[in-house]
């Protein structure tokens, strides 16, 4: 079966410092890899994605994550964060067979100043 | 340009009732998805609409769960008699092609509350 896991309900860091998110997958096949941010009562909105090639992807707001094959893990991270990063991230995978996208439970991040 | 929206973003229900929850995807875009959000979980899937085509409902929680997109563009996701575990954020997506690599691009949901 196809799963997501978040090991982490809730993530703190100082604002300024780096922040990593994690994020595990279980697929057959090749997995394509999404993070999503969710601010309250807002939309889910697209952070980015890993297809194929390079395994540092960067994406919205200074984002970035990178994808670990023997690992299976797309860790979403940012060298410095910011307090209005606070929101909460889901990770998410797709895959050749499907089109859903599965989700992890999501990570709260709060950051602090 | 326009985003997903969705209509109502608030419903409130007695259990029974029928309701009817409307998404206006991105124009153009060829594949639109329903998910349900429960309180403090990721998105689950519901089902998949390829143009007016219904690929995939499968995720759809029983019988009383019916989705449409007859025109290939406004999808409605409709709920009879609605039941205390109906209650969840139902969430719109629109993506431009078919295919798993598409990013999907989220409407603000709707918030369903079954009393």
């Known amino acids: 079966a196809q799963s997501v896991a978040q090991p982490e309900d809730q993530v703190n860091v100082a604002e300024g410092n780096p922040l990593t998110v994690k994020c595990t997958y279980s697929?057959?096949?090749?997995?394509?890899l999404f993070w999503y941010v969710q601010y309250p009562n807002r939309g889910l909105q697209f952070l980015l994605k890993y297809i194929t090639g390079d395994n540092l992807v960067k994406g919205s707001y200074g984002f970035e994550a990178e994808f670990n094959k023997s690992q299976t893990s797309f860790h979403l991270k940012k060298p410095s964060a910011l307090v209005s990063d606070s929101a909460l991230y889901f990770c998410a995978v797709s895959h050749d067979s499907n089109y859903q996208l599965i989700w992890g439970a999501g990570t709260k991040l709060i950051i602090k100043p | 340009g326009a985003g997903v929206s969705q209509s109502p973003r608030y419903k409130v229900a007695k259990r029974g009732q029928d309701v009817a929850l409307r998404c206006d995807p991105i124009?153009?875009?060829?594949?639109l998805f329903w998910y349900q959000q429960a309180l403090g979980q990721g998105p689950e899937f519901l089902t998949y609409?390829?143009?007016?085509?219904?690929?995939?409902k499968s995720g759809l929680p029983s019988d009383r769960f019916f989705a449409e997109r007859p025109e290939g563009s406004v999808s409605t996701l409709k709920i009879q008699r609605t039941q205390q575990e109906d209650s969840a954020v139902y969430l719109c997506a629109s993506s431009l092609h078919r295919g798993p690599t598409d990013t999907q691009y989220f409407g603000p949901g709707t918030r369903l509350t079954v009393l």
């Open positions: 124009s153009g875009h060829v594949s």
């Open positions: 609409f390829q143009n007016e085509a219904q690929l995939d």
């Open positions: 697929v057959s096949g090749n997995p394509y």
